[in-house]
């Protein structure tokens, strides 16, 4: 079958060899989507309702008009269903349905769809006023939807979506289930929901052995993410049918992860251990067309599908007393059954508990950490400090998701990595982002550092921010993305990494937006499902910045100059309290007869003078410059190449300030060699250009890097008169 599966793959030359396994990775369907799992070898998949497990299908049937009698039948009844995927079809059973790939046929083979049954109950007296259409669709990624409208009304009268996913609830053969809520609303009566659970019987019939499976499990040594389970069903005596099922991040990985699914699922279970995982890619005759990385990785998913299959067939020996294979429940004993480990980053919100959870979910040995950096000690006058919080939290979700939680204090590292320099910064007039440099030195630095002799395979965070693989000449280097959510999307704060901190880091809900997020966390029942997102900066807690910065820096008054009159209009208690581009909070130190004449922006900074230079007429022509023309230092570029050499510009997407705010604009290299200083000019004005603060830019959806805003903004801006 490997030669069959070789020749049905193999182009006339690599790159169409390549196209041909995206086209697959394209039409690859994780299991989340795959109501038609044995369908893909012209065996449809049969789903059986578990009736234990109903929930308000009684009512449900009674408010579309059955009698209780009906209704308690319909209950009891029992019902399976076969689907098969028709992605030509534009009508389904008599039914219109919508035009997006990938719809199912549906017999139901026993027993009457509660859909169906619906229909027919209420079809009396919809049928004289409107014709009854049905639309289904993919919604929310992986839900199945299935709708029902008439004529008449917008909304449909009757809603039902399928999604799929793990319970060991059922307790019935794979352990993967179809859960049907359904929602009906007829006019004038309130909403009734439903819910209904399936699971897949696999055609086994009766004496057989039980469907045997495993959960999902990442393979280390893919170039992508790359995750796989593994089903046995029995076909006879000592005889099995393997299938495989997964999920990639990346198109060709997911091709050949369907490649690898249609081959091993036309063999014996015997055949499929008796395949050395490294000689995978010559049998399928990829070796020359794939990168050395895929090659590796190809063979680390067979590798994870044997291993997986070892523990399903010594599951099997013990529950049946007798020996299918010895040797290869010996070998199974023999090479253990290993996780990637990963050292997961818990702050007690719902992000990354969320995090946490689905890397438990796909398999990964996890470990959890809380970074004690709260400055509880230094700051608690002024304010609760929610450290202690955040612990119980950490471990009561820990305790639900059955990881170990340990917590490592970071506080002297803390205040001489960030602390300091958030100081400094502020002291002398620019605006510090603690943020980044928690990220840069902290979190993806000194954590590094601490669990350096633990030998962890990953380290993941809650962060909203995606990592990619880009091969280069010099080999593989990771690419920093946004996150689709691009209020949450957090790439901003994570420019400033290298490659070394990107290269082990795992990212889990980076791909998701925040309501996703949310859904998830009540899905699991998370402890801290309903927990409001933390504001502000990581180590203040509920403590203000201006507190902050009064606590160590106290106050250093000085004088608020008009830029255009010279004019003294008001007190300012010390520069670090006042950034470039501010409104809100000056007019408190303003005098009154200043106030009067607002609003008044805050336009630059005169340390030497401790002065505070301000304007009522910031949006005048004469300011152009200072709003779209600056200079950065310090720059850094996450694939250690800068977007242009030192002749020539490059025009990019840029983030002036964490948000989804991005602007355009060019940037200039200066210097020789690798430079770190070049000029910006923006194609349109920003509210506020500060000396410290950081810009992020980017390429599209890649974040290329960062930079810092330098002082030669504010002396340019003071030299040349343009406030006086």
């Given at each position: 079958m490997f030669e069959n599966a070789a020749n049905s793959v193999e182009k006339n030359d690599p790159k169409a060899t390549n196209l041909e396994l995206a086209a697959r990775g394209q039409a690859f369907s994780s299991f989340r989507r795959n109501f038609d799992y044995l369908s893909k070898n012209n065996s449809p998949s049969t789903w059986k309702r578990d009736n234990l497990h109903n929930i308000n299908v009684e009512d449900l049937l009674i408010a579309c008009g059955l009698t209780e009698e009906e209704a308690n039948e319909g209950v009891e009844d029992e019902i399976s269903q076969v689907y098969k995927q028709n992605h030509w079809a534009s009508e389904m059973g008599g039914k219109k349905i919508g035009t997006d790939g990938g719809k199912f046929a549906v017999d139901t083979i026993q027993g009457m769809d509660l859909f169906d049954l619906v229909l027919k109950s209420v079809n009396s007296s919809i049928e004289a006023r409107a014709k009854v259409n049905v639309k289904c669709r993919w919604t929310n990624g992986d839900t199945y939807v299935t709708e029902a409208f008439t004529d008449e009304r917008e909304q449909p009268f009757f809603r039902v979506e399928k999604t799929l996913d793990f319970s060991e609830s059922v307790g019935i053969g794979d352990n993967l289930v179809m859960t049907v809520k359904s929602y009906l609303s007829l006019d004038h009566k309130e909403t009734v929901s439903s819910k209904e659970v399936y699971f897949r019987t696999y055609n086994i019939e009766n004496g057989q052995e039980s469907v045997l499976s495993t959960v999902q499990q990442r393979v280390p040594?893919?170039?992508?993410?790359?995750?796989?389970?593994?089903?046995?069903?029995?076909?006879?005596?000592?005889?099995?049918?393997?299938?495989?099922?997964?999920m990639a991040d990346a198109i060709l990985s997911r091709g050949l992860v369907a490649l690898l699914q249609s081959t091993l699922s036309s063999l014996?279970?015997?055949?499929?251990?008796?395949?050395?995982?490294?000689?995978?890619?010559?049998?399928?005759?990829?070796?020359?067309?794939?990168?050395?990385?895929?090659?590796?990785g190809l063979a680390s998913v067979l590798t994870i599908v044997q291993r997986q299959m070892k523990g399903l067939l010594d599951i099997a020996v013990d529950d049946a007393g007798t020996t299918i294979d010895e040797e290869v429940v010996a070998d199974s004993k023999d090479e253990g059954k290993t996780k990637p480990t990963v050292a997961m980053l818990l702050s007690g919100g719902v992000d990354s508990s969320v995090a946490l959870n689905m890397l438990v979910r796909q398999g990964y040995d996890v470990t959890a950490f809380y970074l004690k950096i709260w400055l509880e000690d230094e700051l608690a006058h002024l304010g609760q400090c929610p450290w202690e919080d955040d612990w119980r939290v950490s471990t009561q979700v820990c305790e639900q998701a059955g990881v170990p939680l340990e917590a490592i204090s970071l506080q002297e590292e803390y205040?001489?990595?960030?602390?300091?320099?958030?100081?400094?910064?502020?002291?002398?007039?620019?605006?510090?982002?603690?943020?980044?440099?928690?990220?840069?030195?902290?979190?993806?630095?000194?954590?590094?550092?601490?669990?350096?002799?633990?030998?962890?395979?990953?380290?993941?965070?809650?962060?909203?921010?995606?990592?990619?693989?880009?091969?280069?000449?010099?080999?593989?280097?990771?690419?920093?993305?946004?996150?689709?959510?691009?209020?949450?999307d957090q790439s901003y704060f994570l420019a400033a990494l290298t490659q070394e901190q990107l290269n082990r880091v795992l990212f889990p809900i980076g791909h998701l937006e925040k309501f996703e997020v949310r859904e998830l966390a009540k899905e699991f029942d998370l402890p801290n499902k309903n927990r409001p997102d933390s504001q502000g900066l990581c180590f203040l807690g509920k403590v203000r910045f201006d507190d902050f910065l009064a606590n160590y820096l106290g106050t250093d008054p000085g004088d608020i100059i008009?830029?255009?009159?010279?004019?003294?209009?008001?007190?300012?208690?010390?520069?670090?309290?006042?950034?470039?581009?501010?409104?809100?909070?000056?007019?408190?130190?303003?005098?009154?007869?200043?106030?009067?004449?607002?609003?008044?922006?805050?336009?630059?900074k005169d340390t030497s003078k401790r002065f505070i230079i301000a304007s009522n007429q910031y949006d005048k022509e004469k300011f152009d410059s200072t709003r779209k023309e600056f200079f950065v230092e310090d720059m850094k570029w996450i694939t250690n190449e800068p977007p242009t050499d030192n002749c020539s510009a490059a025009h990019l997407s840029m983030k002036i300030r964490h948000g989804p705010t991005i602007v355009k604009g060019t940037i200039q290299l200066q210097g020789q060699g690798k430079t770190t200083v070049g000029k910006v000019i923006l194609d349109e004005k920003d509210g506020g250009l500060a000396p410290g603060q950081f810009v992020a830019f980017y390429d599209g959806l890649e974040c290329l890097g960062s930079a810092v805003i330098s002082e030669r903004h504010w002396l340019n801006f003071l030299e040349s008169g343009d406030h006086q």
């Open positions: 040594g893919c170039i992508a993410n790359v995750a796989i389970r593994t089903v046995l069903i029995p076909k006879g005596s000592d005889s099995y049918q393997v299938l495989i099922d997964g014996e279970a015997r055949d499929v251990l008796s395949v050395q995982p490294s000689t995978v890619t010559d049998r399928l005759r990829l070796r020359n067309v794939l990168t050395s990385g895929r090659n590796d205040k001489e990595q960030v602390l300091s320099y958030t100081i400094n910064e502020a002291k002398n007039g620019r605006t510090p982002n603690p943020d980044i440099m928690c990220n840069s030195r902290v979190k993806f630095g000194c954590f590094y550092d601490a669990i350096s002799t633990r030998d962890f395979d990953y380290v993941a965070t809650g962060h909203y921010a995606q990592l990619v693989d880009k091969k280069t000449s010099e080999g593989v280097v990771k690419r920093l993305l946004r996150a689709p959510d691009p209020v949450k008009d830029a255009e009159t010279q004019e003294i209009i008001g007190r300012h208690n010390g520069i670090w309290f006042h950034t470039v581009g501010q409104r809100k909070g000056i007019g408190k130190v303003l005098f009154p007869k200043a106030t009067s004449r607002g609003p008044w922006y805050v336009v630059a």
